[in-house]
């Protein structure tokens, strides 16, 4: 099976082209960008050396998923999904923030509240609650978006105003949305017999200087999901609860010796644990989007997203 673990394609009027961990993003004149989804898994803000197949496919087409059911709520940046790994959409400048929200005590606020701290990003957290336990009310934990190569940090609203990373009205715009969306994709979650825990979303404003959702949306690779199923059982006997999230690869590191620290090898990707992992994002789109995942393995990859892409653009 082949993957796509790097791209480097000249489409019409493209005009710069930027490398994340996963996304390609490929701008296309004043307004237009091109994005494609890889193959390349990170953890611990390392890209593993080896392409997962179908993991491409599998975040684009969640994200795609998403997107479209939200359009009603919130304006996004998609326009077309000319290819299985990618998406075509509008240019937008990205605010330097992202917006994360939690509707459970888990990861790292859980991290931060067993520290002992109760204030996370200037929102005061109650007492007495345990691991995976649900906040009275969702809340939002704001991170700077970090420079490439850099970690994001954790920052209060307070701070963001104060520093001038986007306006106060900006930013109760960003609140508003945020919300929003994540409303929906708790509903759109329990409908399948999950629990979205928490999420992060990505803005930015468009030639227009409107404000739109942009990258991707209730993947599992920026949310985490419980199974509903039995949530309440684990929680009362303090056990841990069964996810769906790419969680089970950062402890499959782990367990190996790896946590992103300096002097520190990735263990070794047998062609066993790179298929097992392919075979969960082809569970995982399933279980959340309710849909079958219909792999397309062309022998070109490279090929036919040229050739999709290309023939949209014509269009």
Not at 9 to 16: A, G
């Amino acid at each position: 099976m082949t993957t796509l673990v790097k791209t480097n394609f000249q489409f019409p009027t493209q005009t710069n082209l930027y490398k994340g961990k996963v996304r390609d993003v490929y701008s296309l004149g004043n307004d237009l960008l091109a994005m494609v989804a890889s193959d390349r898994i990170s953890a611990f803000d390392v890209v593993l050396p080896k392409g997962i197949p179908g993991k491409g496919q599998v975040l684009n087409q969640i994200a795609n998923y998403f997107l479209d059911a939200t359009a009603d709520l919130v304006p996004n940046w998609k326009i077309a999904q000319p290819d299985p790994m990618v998406t075509v959409g509008q240019l937008a400048k990205p605010l330097k923030v992202e917006m994360v929200i939690r509707g459970y005590l888990t990861g790292h606020a859980w991290r931060t509240y067993k520290s002992g701290l109760r204030v996370l990003c200037g929102i005061t957290l109650p007492e007495g609650m345990k691991e995976n336990q649900a906040f009275p009310e969702p809340i939002i934990t704001p991170t700077t978006k970090a420079d490439l190569g850099t970690h994001d940090e954790d920052i209060s609203r307070e701070a963001i105003l104060a520093q001038g990373i986007v306006s106060e009205a900006d930013y109760l715009v960003l609140e508003d949305y945020t919300r929003k969306l994540f409303k929906r994709g708790q509903e759109m979650a329990a409908e399948r017999g999950l629990i979205l825990v928490d999420t992060k979303y990505e803005f930015g404003k468009n030639i227009k200087g409107e404000i739109i959702l942009i990258d991707e949306i209730h993947t599992p690779d920026s949310s985490r999901y419980f199974y509903a199923e039995g949530y309440h059982e684990k929680l009362a006997q303090g056990q841990a609860q069964k996810q769906l999230s790419k969680e089970f690869v950062r402890e499959w590191l782990m367990e190996n010796g790896f946590q992103g620290k300096d002097g520190q090898s990735v263990p070794e990707m047998t062609e066993e644990f790179v298929l097992s992992v392919s075979q969960r994002y082809q569970e995982l789109f399933e279980a959340i989007t309710g849909q079958p995942f219909i792999w397309d393995q062309s022998a070109n990859i490279e090929e036919r997203i040229y050739s999709n892409t290309v023939n949209y653009l014509n269009k």
